[in-house]
């Protein structure tokens, strides 16, 4: 049983595929959001990343566009935006008006890390120190997302008075002591970055301050879901996820690749032992394991609310993924 069913989102890296390119990635994704609406997901997510073949969404704010005007209701926003790849001015500005073309829908989600190799944030005109200033320029998007005070010389235009809902992301302790000072709610990456998920929940919740936005702590845990009809169907959809992760210890960046019967001969042993501590919030299975694996993952985390990634090579088999997953809250709440 699926203790006290929170709520369930999506988290997409909107995936090019070898099959797809990029203009089918980007219509896969907003494809994707205008079922999760209907099967009354809350939101849907894509993520900042540069120089990755297979991910489509490095323009957010633009990627958020799409989807949100290919649906009505269900919250779009970013998981997240990589603060120090930009100024805070240039960012309340596009999710400002986001805010303004799709009213109370767009969520900013903000994250420390680049989201692409140090060559790559240099090209984006950022110095890697820029993440040293990442609380401040919280603060400062703050500000210009929210009414301007007498004497305010640089405003946000669109922006100013929205007030766009921040979530702080992270996959460190650092995530969880910020979100918890500022008041805001917090996800964790345990989609591929688990280690410390426990120990950031607890900081959180325990020095948590009440915000104008947010009066008691709101956290969320990203997980790794694959469902099908068997549970040998979802062990062989998720090789597609385990050769993305496989390469991406190599080094390797390149198309997401289709499904493969074993990964015996892909991957070294040293490459599984670290592929899959990297994948340890993951559930492959049918409903009824996939039901059981995200109950004991809601029960053992106290998550307010659930973020999913159900990265799939088939489009229609990602979608079949994340309806069985909605079928099972639904039967097993």
Same mark, same amino acid.
């Given at each position: @049983?699926?203790?006290? @069913? ?12 070898? %099959? ?34 297979? !991910? ?11 989807? %949100? ?73 703050? @500000?210009?997302?929210? #009414? ?8 946000? !235009? ?20 910020? %979100? ?51 549970? #040998? ?26 499904? !493969? ?14 592929? @899959? ?53 639904? #039967?097993?709440?």
């Amino acid at each position: @049983m699926l203790v006290e @069913m929170v709520p369930l989102s999506i988290l997409d890296l909107v995936r090019v595929t070898e %099959a797809s390119g990029v203009r089918g990635a980007l219509d896969n994704a907003r494809d994707l959001a205008a079922h999760a609406e209907g099967w009354g997901y809350r939101r849907y997510w894509v993520a900042e990343h540069h120089n990755m073949v297979s !991910i489509a969404s490095a323009a957010t704010s633009v990627v958020i566009g799409h989807i %949100a005007a290919g649906t009505q209701t269900i919250r779009v926003g970013s998981g997240g935006i990589m603060l120090p790849n930009h100024s805070p001015l240039v960012v309340a500005e596009q999710f400002g008006t986001l805010a303004e073309l799709y009213p109370n829908r767009i969520d900013l989600g903000l994250g420390r890390a680049p989201g692409t190799d140090q060559m790559t944030l240099r090209a984006l005109r950022r110095s890697p120190a820029a993440a040293e200033r990442f609380s401040e320029d919280v603060s400062e998007l703050q @500000m210009l997302l929210g #009414e301007p005070v007498p004497g305010q010389s640089i405003k946000a !235009i669109p922006g100013a008075g929205t007030n766009v809902p921040l979530w702080i992301l992270g996959s460190s302790l650092f995530g969880a002591q910020l %979100a918890a000072e500022k008041g805001l709610p917090y996800a964790f990456a345990s989609h591929f970055a688990p280690q410390q998920l426990i120990a950031a929940l607890r900081i959180y919740r325990r020095y948590f301050k009440p915000s104008q936005q947010l009066t008691a702590p709101h956290a969320v845990v990203t997980i790794n879901v694959i469902a099908a009809d068997t549970d #040998e169907e979802a062990q062989y959809l998720a090789t597609t996820k385990l050769m993305s992760f496989t390469n991406l210890i190599r080094g390797q960046f390149q198309l997401s690749q289709p499904p !493969i019967e074993s990964m015996d001969n892909y991957w070294s042993q040293p490459e599984k032992s670290q592929v @899959m501590s990297m994948l340890a919030r993951t559930v492959v299975g049918s409903k009824a394991t996939v039901a059981r694996g995200v109950a004991d993952i809601v029960t053992e985390t106290e998550a307010d609310e659930i973020l999913v990634v159900s990265d799939v090579y088939d489009h229609q088999k990602r979608l079949r993924s994340y309806q069985l997953l909605r079928e099972a809250f639904e #039967e097993h709440g």
